[in-house]
């Protein structure tokens, strides 16, 4: 039986249809060549595909914009940094990019043809991690990079294979401030947890005499974000001046 796609409404036979997770079926042909090769579809709802799809409309151009221009820039801390042929970081923006790229002729006029962009500071995920994983149709078991967004619509958790693993870490933990030996943050971490079980178990109890107590406790789950993740205020500050710029039309 014929199905229609739940994005442009053509009618689509099995072969040519993508199922989603909640059911809805999309067509291959335009609406699921929007997204990108890392995004997984069968774990997707449309509400999901839908915001995929703005993110990577508003994802290329901003590419093309701002990531470009920054490839062979002169000034080293506007230097786009790249840790595959798709995963890139513009300091300077506080932004970073997964994006596909594609020749015009043969191997001529390589061009950014899809591109997510994330706010750098919403990176809390970039671990090394033996998986299988769909791309492009294909499973592959392989080493890759795991990398992970918050506050994140669409595409927000996606493998790439990188250069060097040991690379990409050291320079996230640089970015973000996170210096300290993984021994120290695990002994930190400890003293803090009991804190702020404690300052919960006080919350729990009916607050005797500490009015202030889940204040408290809010506060020490920042802390604790702040010392495992580092501080993420002032690139999340710039990553939101440099998007609203752009979405004013702005030359960066
Ligand atoms: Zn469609």
Known sequence: MAQRCA??????????????????????????KIGMKSFDYIHATLPLVLDHNQQVEEGTRMFNALFLPRKKAKDRSKKLKSFSAHLFVAPDLGLMALAEFKYKFFIFGKYCDKACVFRTGDLYLYDEEKATVVIDGKMQTDTYMHFGFINTCGLSDFYEKCDSHREVVKYFNQVFGIEKSLKNIGNTWK??????????????????????????????ITSLDVMQYGDRTQINQRANYVVAAFRAGQIL
Request: hydrophobic share 45%; proline share 0%; with cysteine.
């Open 7 to 32: 994005i442009c409404g053509a009618e689509i036979n099995l072969l040519q249809s993508q199922k989603l997770a909640d059911g809805n079926y999309i067509c291959r042909k335009k609406c699921k």
């Open 191 to 220: 003293n803090q947890i009991n804190a702020v079980k404690s300052s919960v178990a006080a919350v729990k109890a009916g607050i005797a005499g500490d009015a202030d107590a889940a204040d408290k406790a809010a506060r020490m």
